[in-house]
């Protein structure tokens, strides 16, 4: 079966921009968490969503945006860019969440530059 | 909050070297416990994981045990290959019910030589 897709792989945006991020879960998948992804931060958690709602949240600012569609794609938008923004935004798939033992299915993720 | 603390890396061995990366973890309640691996250019996989105390998740020649007393699950493996070479993620699971999410350690680099 087809795993997690993420679109595009890679983007350069400038400063004070906004952006889109997509990921296509594996089918059947109902959960798309999100994850932002630095050298000095490591993995750290965005959001959540669930059958087109959000249901956890991290210590993001409200830049950070999120939306889960009918068929379970999720997009994520950050808006008024920054430098620190520049990061490897990883989704993940889960049949129900990814905690509780099953663990996540990962796309390979988008790298993001901002300059 | 919970945490989970990895040994810094790179780690650089030769083929066939014996490995163990070492996680320790801080937590409030009973978390599961995970390894993933990231090769270069690709997400992270699920390497093996363990839901409670005592358990020991193994995969690919990886293990790695749950010890409560200790707060520990330390990844080993017996014989490296240089298809081993990764970077190694132990993380925890935090929460309870919708709210469970995964707390990760900073990632250990793994280098194999031939």
């Known amino acids: 079966k087809a795993g997690v897709t993420q679109t595009p792989r890679y983007l350069i945006k400038t400063r004070g921009q906004q952006v889109t991020l997509s990921c296509s879960p594996i089918?059947?998948?109902?959960?798309v968490s999100w994850y932002q992804q630095t050298p000095g931060q490591g993995l750290q958690f965005l959001f959540e969503?669930?059958?087109?709602?959000?249901?956890n949240k991290g210590n993001f600012p409200g830049r950070f945006s999120g939306r889960q569609f009918s068929n379970s794609r999720s997009e994520m938008n950050v808006s008024t860019l920054e430098l620190g923004d520049s990061a490897l935004y990883l989704c993940?798939?889960?049949?129900?969440?990814?905690?509780?033992?099953?663990?996540?299915?990962f796309g390979s993720g988008t790298r993001l530059t901002v300059v | 909050g919970d945490s989970v603390t990895q040994m810094e890396g790179p780690v650089t061995l030769s083929e066939e070297a014996f490995l163990t990366i070492n996680c320790t973890y801080t937590?409030?309640?009973?978390?599961?416990l995970f390894w993933y691996v990231q090769y270069p250019g690709e997400g992270l996989q699920l390497l093996l994981k363990?839901?409670?105390a005592d358990d020991k998740g193994s995969n690919k020649g990886f293990e790695a045990t749950y010890r409560k007393e200790t707060t520990s699950f330390h990844l080993e493996k017996g014989s490296v290959q240089v298809s081993d070479s990764a970077v190694y993620f132990c993380?925890?699971?935090?929460?309870?019910?919708?709210?469970?999410?995964?707390?990760w350690g900073l990632g250990t680099s793994l280098g194999v030589n031939p």
């Open positions: 993940a798939s889960s049949l129900a969440g990814g905690t509780g033992g099953y663990g996540y299915t």
């Open positions: 089918s059947g998948h109902r959960s």
């Open positions: 969503y669930f059958s087109e709602t959000q249901r």
């Open positions: 937590a409030t309640g009973y978390p599961s």
């Open positions: 363990a839901t409670k």
């Open positions: 993380a925890l699971s935090e929460g309870a019910g919708n709210n469970r999410k995964l707390i």
